[in-house]
C-alpha cells in the first residue's frame, strides 16, 4: 500500500511521518496581545523601539504606527501603552481609523485624540461642528515699558 497522499500545491506529503494532527495547542488565538507574557511573535522588540522613540525625541512629536490588518498593530499599540503609563510628557493615544472609515478623517481625529487627552473644554469641542476652521484666541495688550 502506497503510504503517499496528494499535498497542497503538488507535493507529497508521507502519511507514515505524521505523528498526529494539530491540536489545539498548536493554535495561536487571533486577538490583540495585551500583556507581554502572550507575546509569541516578539513584538515587544519592536514595543521597546517605539517607547525608546517616544521618550528620547523633541517634542511636539507623533509617532504612528503602520501595517497591514492583522500585523500585530494593536497588541504592539497595547505593549507602548502599558510601558509610558505615568512616563513625565508622554501621552499615549490611539486612533482606529478604519472604525471611523465613513466620517471625515480630520474631525474625528482630532475629536478621538482630544477625548483620549482629556480635553474637556465645550468650546473646543463646539468650534469642530460649527463650520468653522479656526478657533480665536485673545491675548491681553501689551503693556509698553515707560
Given at each position: 500500500m502506497d503510504s503517499?497522499?496528494?499535498?497542497?500545491?503538488?507535493?507529497?506529503?508521507?502519511?507514515?511521518?505524521?505523528?498526529?494532527l494539530l491540536g489545539p495547542e498548536d493554535l495561536i488565538e487571533d486577538r490583540e496581545l495585551t500583556d507581554v507574557q502572550e507575546d509569541r511573535f516578539e513584538h515587544?522588540?519592536?514595543?521597546?523601539?517605539?517607547?525608546?522613540?517616544?521618550?528620547?525625541?523633541?517634542?511636539?512629536?507623533?509617532?504612528?504606527?503602520?501595517?497591514p490588518w492583522g500585523s500585530g498593530k494593536s497588541g504592539i499599540a497595547n505593549l507602548v501603552k502599558g510601558r509610558l503609563h505615568g512616563v513625565k510628557g508622554v501621552r499615549f493615544v490611539r486612533f482606529d481609523a478604519f472604525k471611523y472609515a465613513e466620517n471625515p478623517l480630520r474631525r474625528?481625529?482630532?475629536?478621538?485624540?482630544?477625548?483620549?487627552?482629556?480635553?474637556?473644554?465645550?468650546k473646543y469641542h463646539e468650534d469642530l461642528y460649527s463650520g468653522r476652521t479656526r478657533t480665536d484666541s485673545?491675548?491681553?495688550?501689551?503693556?509698553?515699558?515707560r
Open positions: 503517499r497522499v496528494a499535498g497542497v500545491g503538488g507535493f507529497d506529503a508521507d502519511v507514515t511521518s505524521r505523528s498526529r515587544q522588540r519592536i514595543a521597546d523601539q517605539l517607547v525608546e522613540l517616544a521618550t528620547r525625541v523633541d517634542t511636539p512629536t507623533n509617532i504612528a504606527l503602520y501595517g474625528t481625529f482630532v475629536t478621538a485624540a482630544a477625548n483620549e487627552l482629556g480635553v474637556t473644554d465645550a485673545v491675548s491681553p495688550p501689551r503693556v509698553s515699558g
